[in-house]
Nanobody
Framework: QVALEESGGGLVQTGGSLRLTCVAS????????VAWFRQAPGKEKEFVAG????????YYTDSVKGRFSISKDKAAGALYLQMNALEAEDTAVYYC??????????????????WGQGTQVTVSS
C-alpha cells in the first residue's frame, strides 16, 4: 500500500510558476512509474507527465511540453512537477499517481494503482 500526498498548489497569475511535490508513505516509489494527472471542472482526468522512478525518460502531454518539468529526488523520496508559464487552461486539481503501466499506456489513468488526494492549481488571467 502506498499513500501519496501532494502539496504546492495555489493561486498564481498567468505566466507565473508553481512547483508541486508528491511524497509517498507506507512504501517507497520503488520500481513504479510515477505520474502527474490533472482534472479540471467538468472534464476527465488528464495525463500531464510521468517517469519511471528507477530510470528512464520523462513523458509529457503535448500541451505542457516546454513549460512543465517532472523530476524526482530519490534521497528525499519526492516527486516534483515544476510548472512555468502557467496558463488559465492549466487550472485544475493535480494528482500524483503510482502504477506500472507499459510505456504505450503511461497516459492511461486506469493503469495507476495509487492516487493522492490532489492539490488545487488556479491560474488567474
Amino acid at each position: 500500500q502506498v499513500a501519496l500526498e501532494e502539496s504546492g498548489g495555489g493561486l498564481v497569475q498567468t505566466g507565473g510558476s508553481l512547483r508541486l511535490t508528491c511524497v509517498a508513505s507506507g512504501s517507497s516509489f520503488g520500481s513504479y512509474t510515477v505520474a502527474w494527472f490533472r482534472q479540471a471542472p467538468g472534464k476527465e482526468k488528464e495525463f500531464v507527465a510521468g517517469i519511471r522512478w528507477s530510470a528512464g525518460n520523462p513523458y509529457y502531454t503535448d500541451s505542457v511540453k516546454g513549460r512543465f518539468s517532472i523530476s524526482k529526488d530519490k534521497a528525499a523520496g519526492a516527486l516534483y512537477l515544476q510548472m512555468n508559464a502557467l496558463e488559465a487552461e492549466d487550472t485544475a486539481v493535480y494528482y500524483c499517481a503510482v502504477g506500472r503501466p507499459i510505456v504505450s499506456a503511461i497516459a492511461s489513468a486506469s493503469m495507476y494503482y495509487y492516487w493522492g488526494q490532489g492539490t488545487q492549481v488556479t491560474v488567474s488571467s
